[in-house]
């Protein structure tokens, strides 16, 4: 199916696509080749007109005001060309995604294809840990073997305060600062569960990495606390 233009000013605009063949290009009557035709436009190459009237559809595929600056045609036909449906490029294959080029309206192009995760397959490889003691006991300290990519951190911690107001408990891996677990002490001495921090972690190589509790001066963890460490891959468009 070709693409039917029509002249608006000094510009080619394309008539906007039809859900059936509107335009038959043939010598024969396509009503009497085909009855059940559609077509609202037929072009007859072979047709001879007078020489008073002038040529008013093109057929081609080449830009009529290209090959000829002096035409006098209102319709041009370009059998090569072609709409899209719906902006939809053509092509692409199982599993790929559209994905936009650039800003301008209809510029899109195929990409991928992508393996879908689906729930299954991401919960075999979500690594959760629990915690239990001081900072210098045992089960404070987890190394775990990681594949390189984005991760979803939630770190959990119970504590107690030495002093009142807002205290943390720290989650390192490999030395660095990548979760936190709070609260808004208003007593000391007690045993309190603190909120859950979330943040993403992004690791460059595939490999094992220790993860490490610490707390602040004013906020200690003994043989009662207990926390956990849950990490999860991150799927595209989780984290901003």
Known sequence: ???????V??????????PVEEVIVSTDDPYVTDPASTAELWYDPDAVRPPSMEE????????PDVV???????????PDDTFTTSGVPA????GQALTKTDDTDGATEWSGPYARQDEASLRAHVHAHH?????TDPGTTWTVTLAAGSYLCEFQMSAVATATGIRYVNLQMDGVNCGQSKMYFNVT???????TGISEI??????????TVTAEASTTLDQNDFGRIVLTPAMPGVVS
């Open 1 to 7: 199916m070709g693409k039917l233009k029509v002249r």
């Open 9 to 18: 000013g000094d510009q080619w605009e394309d008539v906007a696509p039809p």
């Open 56 to 63: 008013e559809v093109y057929v081609g595929p080449d830009d």
């Open 68 to 78: 000829a600056p002096l035409n006098t045609v209102d319709l041009w036909y370009d």
């Open 91 to 94: 092509g692409g294959t199982t």
């Open 131 to 135: 915690l239990y003691g001081r900072t």
């Open 189 to 195: 001495g007690q045993h309190h569960f603190m909120n």
């Open 202 to 211: 992004v690791i460059p190589t595939d490999g094992d990495y220790t993860f």
